[in-house]
């Protein structure tokens, strides 16, 4: 059974091999008789004959013209030593830990999609590095600074200081359709520039690597040769649009295998315009918790239809509880967009930010129903999250901000207060330090500065409870006494 692997830093995922391009040319003959059935009929058999050759109206060179210059080699640096190190701390260190450890590098690809240098690449592949070199088709190196990450999207946003660069211009993945050909462009094996072809095979796959519960998965499979160094390199349509950007494979072996996938431009572009706009991804959630409705459920539930995501309940407050989703409801298209299963359904609403507002179409009773939901943020508002700067909680001792995505996809979790630094207090008594996550403060979700205070004003006992996880994933509960 084939195996999902992520690239990650180190062995980042790619594309290229050669291409064989072949359809079908099916020709009909004229079949033969054979013994009489009934009533003297003739049942007829068709012969069918097969040949190949190859695709006489598909011409993949301008696609690859356009793309060759605009996908970049990139190559992280993690574990950088300061200029000085080996001057003040180089013997000392050698004398006690043997020799020291080297820069770790790792490379991958991306696509340049504006002539003022942005580029948007795999959060896996820039993830923890201290330093990115970008090289380009015509071998030129530029230092890359990181604008912005998402982790649940496996998606990062990097900048040259550059102008007037090739760029590739945004498709539209909505339209894809199986069996329609792309291009994969990237840099795999560390080579550079290198064009493979293939097919659309399946839309919208949930591939499992990402982890945490805000993960987005609903990738684009293909059959376009990918491999590690081709993270973050460019899937392009025909005309030479970017479609999509290459994230993973399906692999036993670590190298292409016969499957790999692609996020959608379309859920790159709404992730870009956040990184670039806001620094950080304004999230649209329905409000809902869903599942996937499979044979047993559906028999289970007494439902009589497989397609769709069920309504096992609706968040209090959100916008499907205002808009009057009930728990059960069958969730069938966003939009008009068919969402037949759950990574449908995330990736759809992930194009969506919060105060848009969506028709959701639905079988309630084998009703058909739309209704018009108001998208909210995970705080339950229609507002711009905006990074939080720290602040100082008297009643705890310590300096706290909201948890940063990659904190909360790392650990499964989606939401809390990662402590910044401790003073005397509540905290540094029960031995809490740097970095834990506060998830609960009597028993109260928080999330933010207005939060926490809220969760601290209604404690109605003498007892404080704080609950948490440190960044290895252990999770603790302390109760103090103020």
């Keep these: 059974m084939k195996t999902i692997i992520k690239s990650f830093v180190g062995a980042v995922t790619g594309t290229i091999l050669v291409l064989l391009i072949a359809f079908f040319v099916i020709k009909q003959h004229k079949p033969e008789q054979t013994a009489p059935i009934v009533k003297n009929q003739i049942q007829k058999i068709p012969e069918v004959k097969t040949s190949y050759l190859l695709p006489q109206n598909t011409d993949f060179t301008v696609a690859a013209a356009k793309s060759v ?92 200081d550059a102008k007037d660069l090739p760029y590739l211009t945004y498709g539209n993945s909505d339209n894809l359709k199986v069996g329609q050909w792309v291009l994969a462009v990237g840099n795999p094996f560390n080579l550079t520039s290198t064009v493979t072809a293939g097919i659309i095979s399946a839309k919208a796959r949930d591939i499992h690597i990402l982890g945490g519960k805000t993960a987005i998965e609903s990738y684009i499979q293909t059959d376009a040769a990918v491999n590690p160094g081709n993270s973050g390199g460019a899937l392009v349509n025909t005309a030479g649009q970017l479609i999509g950007i290459n994230a993973a494979i399906a692999s036993q072996t670590g190298a292409y295998e016969g499957y790999s996938f692609a996020i959608p431009v379309n859920l790159v572009r709404k992730v870009v315009n956040d990184l670039m706009n806001y620094g950080q991804i304004q999230r649209a959630y329905l409000g809902v918790q869903i599942r996937d409705i499979d044979a047993d459920f559906a028999k289970k539930m007494h439902l009589h239809d497989l397609n769709g995501v069920y309504v096992a309940m609706v968040v209090e407050g959100s916008g499907a509880d205002k808009a009057g989703i009930k728990k059960g409801d069958i969730i069938t298209a966003i939009d008009n967009h068919p969402a037949k299963d759950l990574s449908e359904l995330l990736g759809i609403i992930g194009q969506y930010s919060p105060g848009n507002v969506v028709r959701v179409s639905l079988l309630r009773d084998r009703k058909r129903k739309i209704i018009r939901v108001t998208l909210k943020n995970k705080n339950g508002t229609t507002g711009l999250i905006k990074a939080q700067k720290a602040f100082y909680s008297d009643v705890l001792g310590a300096m706290l901000k909201t948890a940063p995505e990659n904190d909360l996809t790392n650990l499964n979790i989606d939401h809390g207060l990662k402590v910044v630094s401790v003073r005397k207090g509540i905290l540094q008594r029960g031995g809490i330090s740097k970095g834990f996550i506060i998830t609960e403060v009597n028993n109260r979700e928080v999330n933010n500065k207005e939060q926490i205070k809220r969760a601290l004003s209604k404690n109605n006992s003498n007892v404080m409870k704080v609950s948490g996880i440190y960044p290895n994933g252990m999770r603790i509960s302390f109760e103090f006494v103020p």
């Design 69 to 160: 210059n605009a996908v970049v080699h990139i190559k992280t640096i993690i574990g950088i030593k300061p200029q000085n190190y080996d001057n003040f701390f180089g013997s000392l260190r050698d004398y006690l830990y043997g020799q020291p450890q080297q820069a770790l590098i790792a490379f991958g690809s991306g696509v340049v999609i504006s002539p003022n240098g942005y580029i948007v690449t795999n959060n896996h592949v820039v993830d923890g590095a201290d330093k990115i070199i970008v090289t380009f088709n015509n071998k030129r190196e530029m230092e890359a600074n990181i604008i912005g990450t998402s982790p649940s999207t496996d998606l990062a946003l990097i900048k040259v």
